[in-house]
């Protein structure tokens, strides 16, 4: 767990980085990186229900582009929770799959929250919940394969044991 926070700041500003790297086209230049971002927004924008981060729009009836930026979205932080599951060192799978969950959950919501500031974006609540069931999604069939891979290894030590137990004519005494 004391992993978690240190995963979430480095892959936050790594994934604001990249951001800012695609707008500017890989320029570090101070003013180009200033004419991305909008002239007056709120940091608050969040606390105003009128904000366009609360707007809404159909992803059936958008055009191709948008459907594909949203299946982007849902790959993109179900893979980050992946690699966020595989690295952290907690032994426990089903905390270490709620806390890969998570982090990569709270990452997307800061890019959609830095995403506001954008001039040629927009940051959403609706791309958050994208963000969020791509990373549950993932961490759920992981742990879905993972059990299944399990029951598969129990299945084929109990059917050694027996066999063991027939050709040696010993009985197989399990520890109490």
Request: net charge positive; charged share 15%.
């Amino acid at each position: 767990m004391r992993f978690a926070f240190p995963v979430i700041i480095f892959l936050s500003l790594l994934v604001i980085i990249v951001s800012i790297g695609k707008e500017t086209n890989g320029s570090m230049d101070t003013n180009i990186i200033r004419s991305i971002y909008k002239a007056e927004v709120n940091p608050l924008f969040f606390l105003d229900w009128n904000s366009s981060f609360y707007s809404s729009f159909s992803i059936i009836d958008g055009s191709a582009t948008l459907q594909l930026r949203k299946i982007g979205h849902f790959i993109f932080y179900g893979t980050l929770a992946a690699f966020i599951f595989i690295v952290l060192p907690i032994h426990n799978i089903w905390i270490r799959g709620v806390t890969a969950a998570s982090s990569s959950s709270i990452i997307g919501a800061i890019d959609e929250y830095h995403q506001y500031f954008l001039s040629d974006r927009s940051g959403r609540l609706f791309d958050i919940y994208i963000n969020i069931a791509g990373s549950f999604f993932t961490i759920f069939t992981i742990l879905v394969l993972y059990g299944l891979l399990l029951m598969k290894q129990r299945i084929k030590y109990k059917y050694e044991m027996k066999y063991d137990e027939k050709q040696t004519g010993r009985e197989w005494i399990s520890a109490p």
